[in-house]
Structure formats: structure tokens, C-alpha cells
């Protein structure tokens, strides 16, 4: 699990994302001690965040064992040759999601935000699973897109983002702040708090 998101402002977008990585130990999440996931990916004109599944088996037909990918090496691998993540990018996710059932458990999801052209930014969200794709383009009214852990998600609905939105710099500061205090929060509270380590954030201009 994780949290992320991007977010409006007048002059930019912000882009929010944790670190933790857990794992599936006998049915209960776990805080995998070997990963410290990247979930926050920036390329020129563009920033990415990624949650759900941070890692997918992939079978090549021409070998008997599966390899595991992890989902930061795919996007940085595409990104050094391309320098962005497009149509191509979700479709060779989608081949290799396919390619083996054990990624039916968990898609892999990603919102991007996007500089059009000086002063005018999108935000898209992207599900890929192991037999479907999912897009959804925001709508000039839509100020952010959020997703992750839905306790999360549920709190962060609650916060006045558009009070901040004058500036890029403030919104960073008010949600990176208001994440590292839910994260305070829900380890004292939950028996597992799937998000944490550093939150990472990126302001797109």
C-alpha cells in the first residue's frame, strides 16, 4: 500500500508520494525491510506517481522461471529511453501484467500530471491490471487525483487544498505536512501503518 497524489496549483503541480514498501507475509502486510520503493518519477514536462502493486512477475516464454520486475525499474528504464511515459509505455505494462496470473491480486496504478504548455497542466490517472487498462484524463474542474491506502484517501478529502492553491510552494508545504502528520498518526493507531518512511514530493512548473 501507499499514498500518493498530484495536485493543482495557479503556477505549477505538486506531486506527493511516500516510500514504504510492504509485503504479504501468511496474509498480513509486513514492512518489507530490503525495499525502499520509488514512487515518485519526474521527466521533462512531466511527474509520475505510482501505488498499488510495486512489483509483478513476468514470464518470458522462452525461459522456465518467471522474473520478478520491480514497477521503479520499468518506468526508469522506459524514461532514460523515451523521457516520458505515453500510450506505448501502459500497453507494454499491460503485455507484461499478462503474461503471468499471480498479477490478477493487485494492479499497478499511476497519476501523471502533465505542462501542456506554459500555465496550463493536466492530471491523468492510469490503471493497468492483468487483463484490462483503465484511463481516466481530469476534467479542468478536477484539482487533484489521490489514491492509495483508503484511510488515506478519505482524510485527505477532508483538507482544503484550493485555500493553498495560489502557489505550488505553499500546497507542497500544506500537503507533504499534512501527510507526515497522518503518517504520525496512523503508527500509533493501526496495528500496520501501510504508509511512511520519507514523503517525497516534486513541484512541476
Same mark, same amino acid.
Given at each position: ?28 502486510? &509486513? ?18 506517481? &505510482? ?8 514470464? =518470458?516464454?522462452?525461459? *522456465? ?22 500510450? =506505448? ?45 483503465? !484511463?481516466? *484524463?481530469?476534467?479542468?474542474? !478536477? ?25 505550488? !510552494? ?36
Amino acid at each position: 500500500m501507499s499514498f500518493t497524489g498530484i495536485f493543482k496549483a495557479k503556477d505549477g503541480l505538486v506531486a506527493l508520494a511516500d516510500s514504504k514498501g510492504s509485503i504479504e507475509i501468511n496474509g498480513k502486510l &509486513t514492512e518489507d525491510p530490503s525495499r525502499n520503493p520509488q514512487k515518485l518519477f519526474a521527466f521533462p514536462n512531466g511527474v509520475a506517481v &505510482t501505488y498499488g502493486a510495486n512489483q509483478i512477475l513476468v514470464q =518470458n516464454p522462452n525461459q *522456465i522461471f518467471t522474473d520478478k520486475a520491480y514497477v521503479e525499474d520499468l518506468v526508469n528504464e522506459y524514461l532514460l529511453k523515451h523521457h516520458t511515459l505515453d500510450s =506505448n509505455f501502459f500497453q507494454s505494462l499491460l503485455i507484461k501484467m499478462g503474461t503471468n496470473p499471480s498479477n490478477k491480486k493487485e494492479p499497478i496504478e499511476f497519476i501523471l500530471g502533465r505542462k501542456v504548455w506554459a500555465g496550463e497542466y493536466r492530471i491523468e490517472f492510469h490503471r493497468i491490471g492483468y487483463d484490462y487498462y483503465v !484511463e481516466k *484524463i481530469g476534467s479542468p474542474k !478536477e484539482h487533484y487525483f489521490i489514491g492509495g491506502f483508503e484511510l488515506y484517501k478519505q482524510a485527505f478529502e477532508q483538507f482544503h487544498f484550493l485555500s493553498h492553491a495560489t502557489s505550488a !510552494e505553499i500546497l507542497r508545504k500544506y500537503a507533504a505536512g499534512k501527510l507526515q502528520q497522518l503518517i504520525d498518526l496512523y503508527d500509533q493507531v493501526l496495528p500496520y501503518n501501510p504508509v511512511g518512511g520519507s514523503v517525497k514530493s516534486y513541484i512541476l512548473r
